[in-house]
């Protein structure tokens, strides 16, 4: 990463520049093209002005802090820029994840004709040995439309589930 370092009305000591380099080049995990970086330090009475730009390849990110101290104006232009990448580095994967996503339902969608219902969301569920009003009971409190569970009596995985007019069905398989 090349970082132009510019100081106005003060001069920077080589331990201050160390820290700013130091500071930048952490800022490379989050943006992996190469990357040039200029600051600009200034100092303005009692306060320092720090202003922060980096150009990558396709995104520029700018950040400007004032403060009384020049490592926490750094530090917080450093902050912001953090901020800004990892924004923009989500934005990127969530665009890319869509896209993805579109391709395989376009995909699934032109094989059959139609569009087939895909598996989207997978849960754990702990099966747990109850008798079936415990189970019902508990398909009520979760606001469930089913419910799979072991039978206390039996030992065996059962399911009950709310039919369309309202009332409960037990679904016992056999092995």
């Known amino acids: 990463m090349e970082i132009i370092l510019t ?20 800022l490379d995990k989050f943006y992996h093209s190469p990357v040039n970086a ?17 150009h990558g390849q396709r995104a520029v990110f700018n950040a400007l802090e004032t403060a009384s101290d020049l490592y926490s104006g750094v530090d917080q232009c450093v ?3 953090q901020l800004q990448m990892r924004k923009y580095k989500d934005k990127l ?18 094989v059959k004709g139609k569009r087939e219902p895909l ?10 040995p109850m008798g ?17 569970f072991v039978n206390g009596e039996t030992g065996k995985v059962n399911i009950v589930y709310l039919r369309s ?9 056999e092995f």
């Open 7 to 26: 100081a106005k009305h003060f001069e920077l000591n080589s331990e201050m520049e160390n820290y700013i380099r130091q500071k930048i080049n952490k």
């Open 79 to 81: 902050a912001k820029i």
């Open 119 to 128: 598996i989207v969301e997978t849960k754990r569920y702990d099966v747990k």
């Open 165 to 173: 007019e309202g009332n409960y069905a037990l679904i016992e398989p």
């Open 132 to 148: 079936l009003e415990e189970a019902i009971a508990q398909m009520e409190a979760l606001d469930y439309h089913f419910l799979p």
């Open 38 to 54: 200029e600051i600009t330090l200034k100092k303005e009475g009692y306060r320092y002005t720090v202003e922060l730009s980096l």
């Open 93 to 110: 994967i969530k665009k890319h994840h869509n896209e993805k996503f579109s391709a395989v339902v376009k995909l699934f969608s032109r």
